[in-house]
């Protein structure tokens, strides 16, 4: 099996899941004002600088900003008539890039 036909059985499984679709509708604002959500967030996030755990912090942090990023306007036109726009792809793997960067340096570039 070729590498392409790998990959595309791979991303036709992830679409059939329809989380792609869920991710996109979600109601952030109804998220971030439900208190069942925000309450146990806020209480992480607490516990996160109360025990000076300013990695994990920042982790999640990007990890909050990649979930925002991955729904706008910018991200949904990646991929139009199913084909992939280099031009709009290559800022977002060097962003990933310097995410993944910070990431490795956090862990492993500096003694904790």
Avoid: C
């Avoid at 982790?59 to 990649?66: A, C, D, N, P």
């Avoid at 199913?82 to 990431?103: R, T, Y």
């Amino acid at each position: 099996m070729a590498a392409g036909g790998f990959f595309s059985n791979i991303l036709n499984w992830f679409q059939s899941t329809g989380v792609p679709t869920q991710i996109t509708s979600v109601d952030f604002v109804g998220l971030f004002t439900n208190p069942w959500f925000i309450v146990p967030f806020a209480v992480l996030v607490g516990i996160l600088i109360w025990k000076q755990m300013f990695n994990e912090l920042i982790i999640l942090v990007i990890f909050v900003i990649i979930w925002w990023l991955s729904g706008t306007e910018y991200m949904q036109t990646l991929v139009v008539d199913g084909e992939l726009q280099i031009k709009k792809v290559i800022p977002v793997l060097f962003g990933a890039a310097a995410v993944l960067g910070v990431i490795i340096y956090l862990f492993f570039g500096r003694s904790s």
